[in-house]
């Protein structure tokens, strides 16, 4: 007997049909009904009473029901054997896909990596970007199996999360603009004058959208980008009111969230960072993954840790 012929035949029983349990298995239905043959003819006993005249459709004779709780057991022991091999092999070769924030440059994620390479170099690599709602989507479907996300408040719901940075928003605007004299300022305030701002699917986005919409604004969004050095150096060119999170705003500076690689912008002659005192919604920057992660992602995760704590 072959595990192929007790996976056919648990998928029939579950489906109580040939047609639906083919789809299933994805091979045809002429196939599982032969597989199940043999695997009876093996037995010595009828498995399935299939009724109609098509024969598509199944249900268990008594032989079947009580062969059904052993295939079962025998199908979940040669799954957890494969588990653990793929235990053992999943850091010694395999391939992890990472995505992070377009156009966000974080020194300690990228720290973390080279010394995962370093220690596993057979694990191939894949670095990608997206906005933070389409990486936090493929962390869920699988495509990924680590994100670095910018996010409203928390980290999205459902997913394993390790918090790097979380700060409020400000306002970018250049030395000569009413803004600029104003040690903190207001959401209306920022409000009254065209904005520059990231893209919809950022975390500073979402922030940003959810504060005016909960205080009955609606933001002129005069340009967007989806680097935040473009967004600053938009500002810094009077084409609107930069909005950016804390660190990103750091003008160069060097300071914990700053080192946690969130894309300071360097514009600190031609841009001055005021405070939106009144939006208490932060913005999170955060790595993201799921629970069903293999020995390779853990392995990285540590070298993240060990990257990230002394920023956190």
């Excluded at 995505?99 to 990596?113: E, K, R, S």
């Excluded at 065209?194 to 340009?223: E, H, K, S």
């Amino acid at each position: 007997m072959e595990l192929r012929q007790l996976e056919y035949f648990v998928a029939v029983a579950e489906e109580a049909n040939f047609t639906r349990a083919a789809e299933r298995v994805h091979i045809s239905q002429s196939g599982v009904s032969a597989q199940i043959r043999q695997l009876e003819q093996e037995l010595g006993a009828q498995l399935l009473d299939r009724a109609g005249r098509s024969g598509r459709t199944a249900t268990l004779t008594q032989a079947g029901a009580a062969a059904l709780g052993h295939a079962r057991a025998a199908l979940a022991s040669a799954d957890a054997l494969q588990k653990a091999v793929d235990e053992v092999n999943g850091l010694v070769r395999g391939r992890l896909v990472v995505g992070m924030v377009t156009a966000c440059t974080v020194t300690p994620l990228f720290d973390a990596l080279a010394a995962f390479h370093r220690s596993h170099p057979a694990i191939q690599i894949t670095l990608v970007e997206d906005t933070s709602d389409q990486l936090v989507e493929r962390v869920r479907d699988g495509a990924l199996d680590l994100a670095l996300i910018g996010a409203s408040g928390t980290a999205p719901a459902g997913l394993d999360a390790l918090p790097i940075v979380s700060e409020r928003l400000v306002a970018l605007v250049p030395p000569d603009h009413p803004l600029a004299a104003r040690s903190r300022t207001t959401l209306d305030r920022v409000c009254a004058h065209p904005i520059v701002c990231l893209p919809q699917g950022t975390g500073i986005r979402t922030v940003f959208d959810a504060a005016c919409a909960a205080a009955g604004l609606r933001p002129d969004i005069a340009l967007q980008a989806s680097a935040p050095t473009a967004v600053a150096d938009l500002a810094a060119r009077g084409l609107g009111v930069a909005v950016l999170s804390e660190s990103m705003a750091s003008l160069g500076s060097t300071g914990s969230a700053g080192s946690a690689g969130s894309a300071a912008v360097d514009c600190a002659d031609r841009l001055v960072a005021v405070p939106i005192e009144d939006v208490d919604t932060p913005a999170v920057l955060a790595l993201v993954w799921t629970a069903t992660g293999g020995p390779a992602l853990r392995e990285l995760l540590l070298h993240c840790r060990r990257e990230f704590t002394p920023s956190i």
